[in-house]
């Protein structure tokens, strides 16, 4: 949507092909889009990848954290490894990419978002580590707003709720192997929550809770705090749709 916009973009993923992909999709003349491959759970990447930005540009204004991985597996079942993949990835990738990009975002009096999930409200069964590693961005954006407000940066962040997945999506199973995710009730589709992204940063939003089951339960979290953990420990701790949905 920034590229139909006329924005310059740059995207980054692990995965060469995929890159191209998405790059051939949405601008198929190379004109606006640039892939970038990184891995954001290695810090020097991530300097690397600001650097490229740089130079290509010289200037950077809207940062949005989107890469992250979910898992699934109670917290008995989860293998060491992927706790440690969890927090690399979904909270240190951030904060690393965030890090780097710091000073030109400073210049621009630019906007770093954090995609972030409802698990990050309040922890869900099955997915402890990815609930966790989405809640610790809640405090480092608060951190982070904190100490950048006096320079103009707006730090958002955003709860995704559930979304429409690729179909080739993977997660972590809780051993560690990559397993295909299995059947979703799907409530949004990637352009709403992509949408919804982008407006969040147009109206420099601090914190956006999406769908409407999203905004209920955080209403819930807040109001009926008691309540609302009973009900997941009675309900969502026996639901599949934890056990097989994995974000
Ligand atoms: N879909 C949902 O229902 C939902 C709900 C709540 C929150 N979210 C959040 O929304 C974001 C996107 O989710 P999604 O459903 O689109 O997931 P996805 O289909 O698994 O895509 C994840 C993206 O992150 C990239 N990525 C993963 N690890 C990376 C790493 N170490 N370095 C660089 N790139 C990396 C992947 O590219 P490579 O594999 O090529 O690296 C891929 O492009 C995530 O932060 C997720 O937690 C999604």
């Not at 890469?67 to 240190?92: C, H, K, P, Q, W």
């Not at 707006?154 to 979304?163: A, E, R, S, Y």
């Not at 690729?166 to 589709?189: E, F, M």
């Amino acid at each position: 949507m920034y590229v139909q916009r006329g924005d310059i973009v740059f995207i980054c993923g692990r995965n060469r092909e995929s890159l191209e992909h998405a790059v051939h999709a949405i601008d198929p003349e190379g004109t606006r889009l640039f892939g970038i491959q990184a891995d954001i759970s290695d810090a020097p990447s991530c300097e690397r990848v600001v650097a490229e930005i740089a130079n290509a540009q010289g200037r950077l204004d809207i940062l949005i954290n989107n890469a992250g991985m979910a898992m699934r597996g109670t917290v008995l079942e989860t293998s060491f490894e992927v706790m440690d993949a969890m927090v690399r990835i979904n909270m240190l990738g951030s904060a690393y990419m965030t890090r780097s990009a710091l000073p030109l975002l400073i210049a621009s009096r630019g906007s770093v978002i954090f995609v972030s999930s409802l698990a990050a409200l309040h922890g869900l069964p099955r997915i402890a580590l990815y609930a966790a590693s989405k809640g610790a961005l809640t405090a480092f954006s608060q951190s982070l707003r904190a100490e950048v407000a006096p320079a103009g940066v707006h730090v958002g962040i955003v709860h995704v709720g559930f979304t429409e997945n690729d179909p080739d999506k993977v997660v972590y199973a809780a051993n560690g192997s990559l397993v295909p995710l299995a059947g979703r009730r799907n409530s949004q589709t990637q352009q709403e929550t992509a949408k919804a992204i982008i407006r969040s940063v147009d109206r420099r939003k601090n914190v956006v809770v999406l769908t409407p089951s999203g905004k209920l339960a955080a209403f819930a979290y807040r109001g009926f705090p008691r309540l609302a953990d009973w009900m997941i420990c009675t309900f969502a701790a026996k639901s599949r749709q934890y056990a097989e949905n994995g974000n």
